[in-house]
């Protein structure tokens, strides 16, 4: 599967975040990830993602699609 770099899938990510008024942590603690891991991702930091169900769960966590998550494609909702 292929993945947008970690930087684009990180600001799409933020800009979830913002649409849902969620913090990092709130996110963290709703699918049982650490703030930091969320952090990283948030900020494009990580290398790599741990595996594509993570950012599958996040995107199940925000209500929005994970191909737009992932790839940018189509709606985000």
Same mark, same amino acid.
């Given at each position: 599967?292929? @993945?947008?770099? !970690?930087?684009?899938? =990180?600001?799409?990510?933020?800009?979830?975040?913002?649409?849902?008024? /969620?913090?990092? =942590?709130?996110?963290?603690?709703?699918?049982?990830? #650490?703030?930091?891991?969320?952090?990283?991702?948030?900020?494009? +930091?990580?290398?790599?993602?741990? #595996?594509? +169900?993570?950012?599958? +769960?996040?995107?199940?966590?925000? #209500? @929005? +699609? !994970?191909?737009?998550?992932?790839?940018? #494609?189509?709606? /985000? /909702?």
């Amino acid at each position: 599967m292929r @993945i947008d770099t !970690p930087q684009i899938v =990180g600001k799409r990510l933020r800009d979830a975040l913002a649409v849902r008024q /969620m913090t990092q =942590g709130e996110l963290a603690n709703q699918i049982g990830f #650490s703030r930091v891991y969320i952090n990283k991702l948030v900020n494009g +930091s990580l290398p790599e993602f741990k #595996s594509d +169900s993570n950012l599958i +769960s996040i995107a199940k966590a925000l #209500s @929005i +699609s !994970p191909e737009w998550l992932i790839r940018g #494609s189509g709606q /985000m /909702m």
